[in-house]
Every structure is written in C-alpha cells, then in structure tokens.
C-alpha cells in the first residue's frame, strides 16, 4: 500500500481541503461495492474500536446517507446526502443536508471519494474532506483527518480482501 498526502491538486484548495491518495489491493468493483452497501460499510467506516451502529444508503444524487456510530460509549447520529454518484468511479456526500433536502444546523465537511483502476486488480482510491472554512478544515486536520480516514482505509482494504 502506498500513501500520498494531497495538499496542492489542481482543483485542490489547500485553505479548506484535506486529501490523501493510496493504492489499495482490491478491485475497484468491490471497493464500490463496500462502499454503497449498509451492510458492508459498518464493517470499515468507523476507525476502530469504534463501531457504525447503522447504516441507511439511497445511493441517488439527494439521496440519503445517514450512520450512526459508537465513539467511547457514546452514540453519535449523522445524517448527510449524496451529491453525485459515478458509478463505480466517485461518491460525494455531504452532512450540509439530509434527505429533501433539508439544511444541517451545523455542516462540517463534503467528502469525496474517488475510485480508479491501478492495474493488476489493485485500485487507487482517494479520499478527499472539503470544509466550508479553514478552521474548519485545521479542526478536522486536528481531530486526526489522516490517521482516522487512513484507518478507515486499511480497514476497507483488509475487509475487501476478505471478500474476494
């Protein structure tokens, strides 16, 4: 697995976005599909000892994508939508809005997610937080965007493997 820390891409705002590139050995097929099944995201999508509680996914553009965790014995409830859907090639979502539609009191970030063949059944893939402020962004930095989300990585890496 290689990794590759993002901060100066071409549509890349280095004062708002966090970004990281890793080649995962999984096919980009599976990948998607641990990615836009319930079931399989409660298995990687919370950095572990942490736990996803539930999982809801009505993978449409506006569609929902809501999770509920278990972080320290406390549970935390996050609704969000998808704002586009690439088959098989990228996920964005969002906690701005829930279904319909409806504003989030408080955002905190747009999630992309980008999945490209590497060859040899390996997959890059490419996680990237955009923020509405650059404190919000050092905040995420902060909480640990690159250890949690590369966590989160390994994790889907480690459970796809188990699925080929």
Known sequence: MTTSQTAAAPDLDPDTDLSFTRILQAPRELLWRCWTTPEHITQFFMPAPHKVLACEIDLRVGGRFNTSF???GH???NEGVWLEV???????FTDAYAEGWKPAPDPFMTAIIDFADAGEGATSYTA???HRSPEARQTHEDMGFFDGWGTVCTQLEAYAQTLL
């Not at 690439?86 to 996920?91: A, F, P, S, T, V």
Request: aromatic share 0%; glycine share 6%; no cysteine.
């Open 128 to 130: 990237t937080a955009r």
């Open 75 to 77: 549970v935390m409830d």
């Open 86 to 92: 690439i088959e098989g090639r990228r996920l964005v």
């Open 70 to 72: 278990e972080v320290e």
